[in-house]
């Protein structure tokens, strides 16, 4: 069964580092998203990325986030100088065309950890 | 801004009786409506998804129902296992165009005791 996978599965980083973030979304599915998860709290929504832009994005998407789909399977997330309050798990998902676009796939995660 | 409440964040319940987890929404009128099973340090996993025309999916043992005057889904559980021990989000999203994100709850943990 196709899954998104994300690497790496851990990131620990010094503050006011850069660090990518990388996934491989299910290679028929057309929308992309990044969403995150403090420790003990809940899912947030990042940005969505469909035909090669974003979308949305949410008030915690500033400046210092970007994303990319460099490629045909990867999608990146990137947090150019990274705070403390950036340590999170990141969550990648994918949906399908618009006959299955509700229905978001998520990938195991990304732990960052930024020091 | 949208609120979306899972009844008690945490749910114990004894193996084979039926668990039933709520989600209540406001300020929010979603198209649909989706759980989601999460372990503890992975990623959610899609269970259930229900639209707004609907008002009741089932899926081998689960059941979801969804009632948009009450503002609210209800997450059935029936014979319930050691191995439905999890947490169970609700998540609520809108056609909007290009996007479809999704507003999570902060979910039930659920113990299923043996």
């Known amino acids: 069964e196709p899954e998104v996978t994300q690497t790496p599965s851990h990131q620990v980083t010094q503050m006011g580092q850069e660090v990518i973030l990388r996934c491989v979304p299910i290679s028929n599915h057309l929308y992309f998203y990044w969403y995150r998860q403090i420790l003990g709290q809940k899912v947030e929504f990042l940005v969505s990325f469909y035909n090669n832009e974003i979308s949305e994005k949410s008030e915690i998407f500033d400046d210092q986030f970007s994303v990319e789909r460099p490629d045909g399977s990867n999608f990146t997330l990137k947090i150019r100088s990274t705070k403390l309050e950036d340590s999170a798990m990141y969550f990648c998902?994918?949906?399908?065309?618009?006959?299955?676009?509700?229905?978001?796939?998520f990938g195991p995660g990304t732990r960052l950890l930024v020091l | 801004s949208q609120k979306i409440e899972q009844n008690s964040e945490a749910l114990n319940i004894q193996e084979g009786k039926t668990a039933t987890l709520t989600c209540n929404y406001t300020?929010?009128?979603?198209?649909?409506l989706q759980w989601y099973r999460q372990d503890p340090g992975r990623g959610p996993v899609f269970l259930l998804l229900?639209?707004?025309?609907?008002k009741e999916k089932r899926k081998e043992r689960l059941k979801v129902t969804f009632d948009t005057t009450l503002k609210q889904s209800l997450f059935h559980i029936t014979a319930s296992q050691p191995a439905d021990s999890a947490t169970y989000l609700c998540a609520l999203g809108r056609y909007g165009g290009a996007t479809n994100k999704l507003i999570f709850g902060t979910g039930t943990l659920l113990a299923v005791q043996p």
């Open positions: 998902a994918s949906s399908g065309d618009l006959a299955g676009q509700e229905t978001q796939y």
């Open positions: 229900i639209r707004e025309n609907e």
């Open positions: 300020n929010y009128s979603p198209a649909y």
